[in-house]
């Protein structure tokens, strides 16, 4: 599956972004899918994640509360609305996704099979 990511931009602290994950090359129900970013000079961290059929969401401390993780399977797209950004969300995001079992989810970067290019968010004070 080939994933394209994008909706990243720059802007304030406390505004919102809405990125998406458009996958094209196979029944992108059968994926779960997450999101990661890594900060200049930082590890790449989790961000959230959704199970197939979207029944199932988890996301990292950092970001719970503020972001929302949600997927429209009929448009093979997976979205992450994120409200209340601050400077320290300031990252590239990488969405990606592995065909799974339904209800499964993943953390672990190392778990997932495919990866999009990453847009960049901005976030300033």
């Known amino acids: 599956v080939q994933l394209q990511a994008s909706g990243g931009g720059s802007v304030q602290a406390g505004g919102s972004l809405r990125l998406s994950c458009t996958a094209s090359?196979?029944?992108?129900?059968?994926?779960?899918v997450g999101w990661f970013r890594q900060a200049p000079g930082k590890d790449r961290e989790f961000v959230a994640a959704i199970s197939r059929a979207g029944t199932i969401t988890r996301y990292s401390g950092s970001v719970k509360g503020r972001f929302t993780i949600s997927r429209d399977n009929s448009q093979n797209t997976v979205t992450l609305q994120m409200n209340s950004l601050k400077p320290e969300d300031t990252a590239v995001y990488y969405c990606a996704a592995r065909g799974t079992v339904t209800g499964a989810y993943y953390v672990n970067g190392n778990d997932y099979t495919y990866w999009g290019q990453g847009t960049l968010v901005t976030v300033s004070s």
């Open positions: 090359g196979h029944t992108f129900s059968n994926y779960a």
